[in-house]
């Protein structure tokens, strides 16, 4: 079946520094991926997305691009803010299937 | 504005007892869905519907109970069934269609169920 794998945390960086959260999934056909980030006592957000191969999903300095070579979809911010401390999942779907399987989250500390 | 309530934010439950917790959503989506998130495991799946009046088992449905009377209301009910049922819910939907089936989730701020 389908799934998502995302580095395990914590992660703990300092302000400014180069963010990298890997994940990778396994999928029978043509899936669009996610990126949701979850604020303390929140629910989810949609922080970017891509539906096809070679796509590249940006939002608020954050990046992620869909590699099908390597079933990738790994998220960068080249600098990070106090701000963007969070919990962050990768998450995938299939067309005809109606539903949305999620990584085990990534929890990021970002420190003054 | 359009979005998804949930309530109660917080719920207390003694063993035994069932509890239902509240989703509605006005954004005129067609499907909703319930997930259970604990520590470290991300999100798993417990109910979703795609249509009033249907709705289909996710990973982890034993011991939960769902109704679909609305298009807008999707309430969860965990039973006395439910072994372990301190965690984090949140409710979400989205719509259904040939060219956005794989469309993005929209989630409540999510219920947090103790038993005491």
């Known amino acids: 079946g389908n799934s998502v794998t995302q580095m395990e945390g914590p992660v703990t960086l300092s302000e400014e520094a180069f963010l990298t959260i890997n994940c990778t999934y396994t999928a029978t056909g043509y899936p669009s991926l996610f990126w949701y980030v979850q604020y303390p006592g929140e629910g989810l957000q949609l922080l970017l997305k891509?539906?096809?191969?070679?796509d590249k999903g940006s939002n608020k300095g954050f990046e992620a691009t869909y590699r099908k070579e390597t079933t990738s979809f790994h998220l960068e911010k080249g600098s990070v803010q106090v701000s963007d401390s969070a919990v962050y999942f990768c998450a995938l779907s299939e067309a005809g299937n109606n539903d949305m399987r999620f990584g085990a989250g990534t929890r990021l500390t970002v420190k003054p | 504005d359009g979005g998804i309530t949930q309530s109660p934010k917080y719920l207390f439950r003694k063993e035994g007892q069932n509890v239902t917790l509240s989703c509605e959503q006005n954004?005129?989506?067609?499907?909703m869905y319930w997930y259970r998130q604990d520590p470290g495991q991300g999100l798993r799946l417990i109910y979703y519907?795609?249509?009033?009046?249907?709705?289909q088992k996710g990973d982890i449905a034993e011991g939960y109970s769902v109704s679909r009377e609305k298009k807008e209301s999707f309430p969860l009910t965990v039973t006395s069934a439910q072994k372990n049922p301190t965690a984090f819910y949140l409710c979400?939907?989205?719509?259904?269609?040939?060219?956005?089936?794989?469309?993005?989730?929209?989630f409540g701020e999510g219920s947090r169920l103790t038993v005491l």
């Open positions: 891509a539906t096809k191969a070679d």
């Open positions: 979400a939907s989205t719509k259904v269609g040939r060219s956005v089936g794989t469309g993005e989730l929209f």
């Open positions: 519907s795609q249509i009033v009046n249907d709705f």
């Open positions: 954004l005129n989506h067609d499907a």
